[in-house]
């Protein structure tokens, strides 16, 4: 890169991608990907390409216009990613770096280290300083809340598209239907395949313990997942305490300050931040420090293109969440090898859209 590449314009796409295995949470059902694609061009003609999911695609209008007000004020501005966020920052004080502020930075970020990877030639895990690696991952499509039959059916196929390690949803009105839900999950896939359960903070601080418990008696669950209120640090801690088994959160961390807050708290034993709410690449980078300083196992949440990349510069890297929502607007999405996820060769984030899938699905 013989001069410093320029901010030309960045531009935004919404796709609505029908989901393969539609997924029911504690939280309602889930059919349908909606993805924000955001292009940043630069003058140089490199254009740096990421992406942003909502559980709605009714969101994806205020999203859209949030990333072009940034990439307005961005304009004629050099590809440097830490300044960028520095200046983003300072405008949105006022307001807030939190939610979909924070989103709407975090993709500009990626699109960034996309567009200086390319500049380079360099894939994004080399500019951090790592090599690329497949990394460990558990198969994170399906499992919902459903009856005993389909979860039996979905764990066995989950395991055959090449995994030793699924999530469950958990979460249903009535306790023993979560037991029953779990044990028929565990004598599906076996010893040998890892079992993590999540209940997208569906129960209170002390339904979370009482159900933590009788995980704990059941045995073979390597955590338990947001089992009340993200932001609730407190009661986390009071989770963590009386469970057993090791208690995950960092999805819903808002920056790595927030998750800053969660570690003070000791709200946790593993943590899992998500690019779009951590900062991007760069939020990343300050979050795994902070893993690294507490000794916690880091996984990612979601975005298996980005994280690929991500995890294997985090000193205490864990496991890959992957999901396959954004695979038919993809030319090339990451593959599945023995159980881990392979990144796609070549500079950047390795994202390219295919552009008749996009049209196809555009929202």
Same mark, same amino acid.
């Given at each position: 890169?013989?001069?410093?590449?320029?901010?030309?314009?960045?531009?935004?796409?919404? #796709?609505?991608?029908? $989901?393969?295995?539609?997924?029911? %949470?504690?939280?309602?059902? !889930?059919?349908?990907?909606?993805?924000?694609?955001?292009?940043? *061009?630069?003058?140089?003609?490199?254009?740096?390409?990421?992406?942003?999911?909502?559980?709605?695609?009714?969101?994806?209008?205020?999203?859209?216009? &949030?990333?072009?007000?940034?990439?307005? @004020?961005?304009?004629?501005?050099?590809?440097?990613? +830490?300044? !960028?966020?520095?200046?983003? *920052?300072?405008?949105?004080?006022?307001?807030?770096?939190?939610?979909?502020?924070?989103?709407? $930075?975090?993709?500009?970020? @990626?699109?960034?280290?996309?567009?200086?990877?390319?500049?380079?030639?360099?894939?994004? #895990?080399?500019? =951090?300083?790592?090599?690329?690696?497949?990394? @460990?991952?558990?198969?994170?499509?399906?499992?919902?809340?459903?009856?005993?039959?389909? =979860?039996?059916?979905?764990?066995?196929?989950?395991?055959?598209?090449? +995994?030793?390690? #699924?999530?469950?949803?958990?979460?249903?009105?009535? %306790?023993?239907?979560?037991?029953?839900? &779990?044990?028929?999950?565990?004598?599906?896939?076996? /010893?040998?395949?890892?079992? $993590?359960?999540? +209940?997208?903070?569906?129960?209170?601080?002390?339904? %979370?313990?009482? *159900?933590?418990?009788? !995980?704990?008696?059941?045995?073979?669950?390597?955590?338990?997942?947001?089992?009340?209120?993200?932001?609730? +640090?407190?009661?986390?801690?009071?989770?963590? *305490?009386?469970?057993?088994?090791?208690?995950?959160?960092?999805?819903?961390? $808002?920056?790595?300050?927030?998750?800053?807050?969660?570690?003070?708290?000791?709200?946790?034993?593993?943590?899992? /931040?998500?690019?779009?709410? !951590?900062?991007?690449?760069?939020?990343?980078?300050?979050?795994?420090?902070?893993?690294?300083?507490?000794? =916690?196992?880091?996984?990612?949440?979601?975005?298996?293109?980005?994280?690929?990349?991500?995890?294997?510069?985090?000193?205490?890297?864990?496991?890959?969440?992957?999901?396959?929502? %954004?695979?038919?607007? &993809?030319?090339?999405?990451?593959?599945?090898?023995?159980?881990?996820?392979?990144?796609?060769?070549?500079?950047?984030?390795?994202?390219?859209?295919?552009?008749?899938?996009?049209?196809?699905?555009?929202?």
């Amino acid at each position: 890169m013989k001069a410093a590449l320029k901010i030309q314009k960045i531009s935004v796409r919404a #796709v609505a991608v029908p $989901m393969r295995r539609p997924l029911v %949470a504690s939280t309602g059902a !889930i059919t349908v990907a909606p993805l924000l694609l955001v292009d940043l *061009r630069t003058d140089g003609g490199i254009i740096g390409r990421a992406y942003l999911w909502t559980p709605g695609a009714h969101h994806l209008a205020p999203l859209a216009k &949030l990333v072009e007000v940034m990439g307005q @004020m961005l304009k004629g501005d050099a590809l440097a990613p +830490f300044e !960028i966020e520095k200046k983003l *920052r300072a405008r949105y004080t006022l307001l807030g770096v939190h939610n979909i502020v924070l989103f709407a $930075m975090s993709v500009i970020d @990626m699109c960034a280290w996309d567009a200086l990877g390319q500049a380079l030639g360099q894939p994004v #895990v080399r500019l =951090l300083g790592g090599e690329p690696r497949p990394v @460990m991952a558990y198969n994170s499509k399906g499992l919902g809340i459903q009856g005993v039959k389909s =979860l039996v059916k979905e764990a066995e196929e989950l395991v055959a598209e090449g +995994f030793s390690a #699924v999530k469950l949803r958990l979460g249903r009105t009535v %306790a023993a239907e979560d037991l029953e839900a &779990l044990r028929a999950v565990k004598k599906a896939i076996g /010893p040998k395949v890892t079992l $993590m359960v999540d +209940f997208n903070q569906a129960l209170t601080v002390a339904e %979370a313990i009482r *159900r933590g418990r009788m !995980i704990d008696d059941e045995g073979g669950v390597l955590w338990i997942e947001e089992p009340i209120r993200a932001d609730d +640090f407190a009661g986390c801690a009071k989770v963590a *305490r009386e469970v057993a088994t090791p208690i995950q959160i960092g999805e819903n961390f $808002m920056g790595p300050e927030q998750m800053a807050q969660a570690i003070a708290a000791g709200s946790c034993d593993y943590v899992m /931040p998500d690019a779009q709410r !951590i900062g991007g690449v760069t939020g990343w980078m300050r979050a795994a420090a902070l893993a690294q300083g507490a000794g =916690l196992e880091m996984s990612s949440h979601l975005f298996p293109e980005a994280s690929v990349q991500l995890l294997p510069v985090t000193p205490t890297c864990h496991w890959l969440e992957y999901v396959d929502w %954004a695979d038919p607007i &993809l030319e090339e999405p990451v593959r599945i090898e023995n159980g881990r996820v392979t990144g796609v060769a070549g500079p950047g984030l390795g994202m390219k859209w295919n552009e008749k899938a996009v049209r196809k699905y555009a929202a």
